[in-house]
């Protein structure tokens, strides 16, 4: 029997998606699920006239932990889910915030990403393109 896929849409600040993906997360342990994890902004959805654009800024709350999924996702689709799952949970569970530069690093450490993850997802400016490109395909 073939593996099911699902494609999973997520912002780390919504706290809805974070419930959602707890659950998924179970139903893939349970069944084998395949979780393509991708990319929907809050900030783009909500964005006010006259204000920049999330991508517009070096550090935008919910736009610089997608960037940094995105550029995880290059590099293993389940890595992605673990940055998601760390850095929702710091997030929603700890309050902490994961878009700032040092909460995000330990985060990043804590789930086996490389060193420099932070400084080349942010350095990478096609992070942005994976971003947009996820958001407005959903």
Same mark, same amino acid.
């Given at each position: 029997m073939a +593996?099911? @896929?699902?494609?999973?849409?997520f912002d780390t600040m919504c706290p809805y998606a974070h419930q959602t993906a707890l659950w998924i997360r179970e139903v893939q342990r349970l069944t084998g699920l395949q979780v393509n994890w991708k990319f929907f902004s $809050?900030?783009?959805?909500?964005?006010?006239t006259g204000k920049k654009m999330p991508?517009? #800024?070096?550090?935008?709350?919910?736009w610089t932990? $997608? #960037?940094?999924a995105a550029w995880l996702r290059r590099i293993d689709n389940e890595l992605c889910g673990a940055w998601y799952l760390a850095s929702a949970n710091a997030l929603h569970l700890e309050a902490h915030r994961p878009y700032e530069e040092d909460t995000? #690093?330990?985060l990043l450490a804590a789930i086996g990403a490389p060193r420099d993850t932070w400084r080349e997802a942010l350095a990478d400016s @096609? +992070?942005?393109?994976d971003v947009r490109r996820d958001h407005e395909h959903a």
């Open positions: +593996t099911e @896929t699902v494609d999973f849409y $809050l900030e783009v959805v909500n964005h006010e991508w517009e #800024r070096d550090i935008a709350y919910g932990p $997608l #960037r940094i995000a #690093r330990e @096609t +992070t942005h393109d």
